[in-house]
C-alpha cells in the first residue's frame, strides 16, 4: 500500500471546552487509523481570532493533524468535516519532504 505524508487543518468554534476539542481530534485521528493510515500528531494548536467572520464566528480553535496515509483517507476525511457542524473550516495538504 502507497502512502504520503498529509497535513489537516481545521477550525473548530472557540466557545468549545478543551475537552470538547480533543474529543473532535480523536474522532478525526480514528477516521485515518480506520482507513489504514497513522497519526504522527494530532491536537489543539491554538486559539486565534479569525481573518474574517466565518457563519458568524470571529474566533475559532485550530486543531493541526500530521499523518501517513493511503490517497483516499484525504478524500474521506475531508468529506467528513464538511458535513460535521463543529468544523467550521478545513483543509487537508501533502506534506513535502524537505531536501
Request: glycine share 6%; aromatic share 8%; no cysteine.
Amino acid at each position: 500500500m502507497n502512502t504520503r505524508k498529509y497535513e489537516a487543518l481545521y477550525i473548530v468554534p472557540a466557545a468549545m471546552t478543551d475537552e470538547e476539542v480533543s474529543k473532535v481530534a480523536e474522532n478525526f485521528k480514528s477516521v485515518v487509523e480506520k482507513n489504514g493510515g497513522t497519526v504522527e500528531s494530532a491536537g489543539k494548536w491554538d486559539k486565534r481570532k479569525l481573518a474574517y467572520e466565518i457563519d458568524g464566528h470571529r474566533e475559532g480553535n485550530y486543531i493541526l493533524m500530521h499523518f501517513d496515509a493511503p490517497a483516499s483517507v484525504p478524500a474521506e476525511l475531508s468529506r467528513l468535516m464538511r458535513i460535521n457542524d463543529t468544523v467550521i473550516r478545513h483543509r487537508i495538504f501533502i506534506r513535502e519532504e524537505a531536501s
